[in-house]
């Protein structure tokens, strides 16, 4: 069954990517935060 690519999908590939951008520029900042108070 081959699934018919609409604006819907791609509205919601954009808010995904959006999101894990964040989630990784956060967790990111985290690694950084923890790195250097270790130091």
Known sequence: ????YTEE???????YLVRKK????????HI???FLAEE
Request: hydrophobic share 40%.
């Open 1 to 4: 069954l081959r699934h018919i």
């Open 9 to 15: 999908d791609d509205r919601h590939l954009i808010e």
């Open 22 to 29: 964040a989630i990784n520029r956060a967790w990111n900042q």
């Open 32 to 34: 950084w935060k923890e």
